[in-house]
């Protein structure tokens, strides 16, 4: 177990999130159940005030929640100077059985929360809020994934030892790993960039003629071609070295944070077309 | 046509003190016509107001404003409710002292992002309505109470709303400028405006222009 500053930020602001979250939650349970437009009953106009108290405590969740993902990946990279054999965040993530999880966890909750934002201001903006049974639904589900996340996070942070050798990066994200990671290795890196332009068009092709399925399924899409083309092809140009592929070491000072760049305009520019779905003035 | 449906209020003070402000309230104003809620102070008068201003919701029941439920409106509604239908002269008229005469009345308009010249012109049929247009660039600490209560009618008029709330618009006045105003009231009703008005001053009492009387205590109507 390892106790820095960094975990302590994080395991008291999980605390945190955690009692606000279970404020929003006995809320949403209620208006989920009990919420009536029609009604003019003293328990409707209670839950439409609660809805206001509900809907701020989400809202501020994810606005800390955003930089707190940053904080996240700043932390693992900061751990990796702690663990034997790690060279970045993706030997730390490694070091425990549910590190994948985790950020993979962490990173479908800010898709989700951004989903529960988007739907909060398409409902207010309409007179009879017609979301609000759907966004208080979608937090019911959201809150049982965030504290899955919690208890993951508490987990691989309880778990870590320091004096267990790790796997570095290098070794992670090769052909002859054993992860599922190594498979990507067997796509031709032509093919590989080829779908990334292709989809990289569809996206285009979509916006243009205001698809707005084929829109968001390509955004979606390209999540995953975006990622498996940065680890194939694109960042060995940022390493300058054609084998190294880890994901995790472009955060780090020595390529000048330019990951944090890449991934945060990778995650805000597909949400925004996934939520073409819930939007009616996207195009 | 304003309607109150069955419609309770009751503030919270404190954890276990609940108080009743409004008991099972049925009203219904007709469009254009003057209203008088007479009472004693925490009878229920403003309360009313407030309902119908959408500035709060009841705890139970209904408030109709032309056939749409005001009470039911969230917060940006309700504003946008207010900005478009409701004009209010308050007590102690709540002008902004240290501005001038104009800017106090442009305030409302400001939320509409309309055309400079016709906010121009806006301001000077209000103040000329209400006999004030030499002071348009006066501090409004510097004018009198009557004066002061003119500028807060204007303010309340200028977005031409349907619905006038005055609450107890006299209470600083004396009797000849209690006068005045109630020839404002006339005014405004040959426009056709909704005039509510909650008061305790006995100079409503007899009024031909007042289309309806609500006597409130404790909470209900009487």
Redesign the interface.
Known sequence: MILSPEILTIYILNFLFFVFGLIALNLSVKIYLKYD?NS???IQ?TL??QS?LASTIIKYIFIVKVPLFLFFIFTLDKLSNVLSGAMCGAGVLDATDYGTMLITLKVLNIYLFALWLVLNTED?KH?N?PYIKIKFALFIVLFALFLSEILIESYTFYNFEIDKLVSCCGTLYSSTSDSIVSNIFAIDNKILVSIFYANFALITFAYVFKSKYMYAISNLLFIVVSIVSLIMFFGTYIYELPSHHCPFCYLQSDYYYIGYLLYALLFMGTFNGIMALFKDDLF | MIEFKNINKSYKLGKNNTVAALKDININIKEGSVVVLKGSSGSGKSSILSLVSAISKPTSGEVIVDNKQISKLSDRFASEYRLNNIGIVFQKYNLVEDISVEQNVILPLIPKNLDSDLVESKVDTALDMFGIKHYKNSTVKNLSGGEQQRVAIARAYINEPKIIIADEPTANLDEKLSLDFIEIIKDLKKQNKTVIIATHDPLFFNLDIVDKYIEMKNGSII
């Open positions: 437009k003019s009953e003293p106009y439409e005030r206001y207010v007179e809020q």
